[in-house]
């Protein structure tokens, strides 16, 4: 932890050190069909914020735990998050053609090899979090807790849950309540799961914990809806993918119900209310966390 650099300094020293992570990630001496290696590690290093992860290493620097014995936790999430992102460029799902700048990982390996690409992810993520077990002595019961937020906020009745309330919602959203729902679960939901797997990993109290969720629930809405503006008044050349894309899908967005200013009025108040409950848990080091909220909810990308 080094606590002289600035915001974007740190974030691109994490981004750095979790990207070496990812590419020792799959282990070389497994018998992969290669294609199938390609096609993983083609999205998995396709760049990006690395948000996930960090939002690992940065609770547990709050805690003063190790961010060593973090890692594989770390990159556990950014393999869910990346398999998320294969399976919902896919026609069937929102059809894009390009992510991150670059031809979505259907377009250059096909849609089976895709979905089979986010498959292996998924599952490769589960084996990861156990290395923090195998290879850092983490107590194992903190691993059986980051399992199961894992197994519960990434699926059914978390993100994936949300991404199928999302499609659903293309059929027509009436309610700010009905967006808000897809919102929470499809974004918020892994926002959540990455502070609380470092709180596990570092021995958060019950009440930090609490806070960790607040935190967690807050800025991953105000992310997304900083992302609904970003896709209404951003920089295609900047964000590296099609603007106006959820109005050509006729996609119902917090913009939509709010308008532009109301919206970035409610990233505002969110991100203070997120930061509050950090402040009043009592963190040893909570200033990176408080950085990165405003961060986030402040980009232009």
């Not at 090899?113 to 983490?138: C, P």
């Not at 990434?154 to 309610?175: C, P």
């Not at 926002?191 to 960790?212: E, R, Y």
Request: contains cysteine; proline residues 3%.
């Amino acid at each position: 932890m080094n606590a002289g650099l600035t915001i974007k300094h740190y974030i691109e020293e994490n981004a750095a050190r979790i990207e070496a992570e990812l590419l020792e990630s799959l282990p070389g001496i497994w018998g992969i069909p290669e294609t199938l290696r390609e096609s993983m590690m083609y999205s998995l290093m396709a760049g990006g914020k690395r948000l996930r992860p960090m939002l690992v290493l940065a609770t547990v620097e709050a805690l003063r735990g190790s961010t060593e014995a973090a890692m594989p936790v770390a990159c556990a999430i950014e393999m869910i998050h990346t398999y998320s992102l294969i399976h919902d460029d896919l026609p069937a799902m929102d059809n894009d053609d390009y992510r991150r700048g670059k031809l979505t990982n259907h377009k250059v390996y096909g849609e089976a090899m895709a979905i089979l690409a986010g498959d292996a992810l998924l599952t490769h993520a589960f084996y990861s979090i156990v290395q923090a077990y195998r290879a850092y002595e983490v107590p194992a019961e903190r691993i059986v807790d980051i399992i199961e937020d894992l197994s519960r906020l990434a699926g059914a009745s978390g993100m994936v849950g949300g991404q199928a309330a999302d499609m659903q919602g293309e059929q027509g959203i009436t309610k700010l309540e009905e967006l808000e729902y897809i919102h929470l679960h499809k974004t918020s939901d892994l926002v959540v799961f990455s502070l609380k797997a470092g709180g596990h990993l570092a021995g958060a109290t019950a009440k930090q914990q609490q806070a960790l969720e607040k935190f967690g629930y807050k800025i991953g809405l105000a992310f997304q809806i900083q992302d609904d503006i970003l896709d209404v008044i951003g920089d295609e050349s900047v964000l590296g993918k099609p603007v106006k894309s959820d109005e050509k899908q006729q996609k119902v967005t917090y913009p939509y119900f709010l308008g532009i200013e109301a919206s970035k009025d409610k990233v505002r108040e969110l991100t203070e209310q997120g930061k509050r409950a950090i402040i009043d848990a009592h963190f040893p080091y909570s200033d990176r966390l408080l950085e990165l909220a405003d961060f986030l909810t402040q980009r232009d990308r």
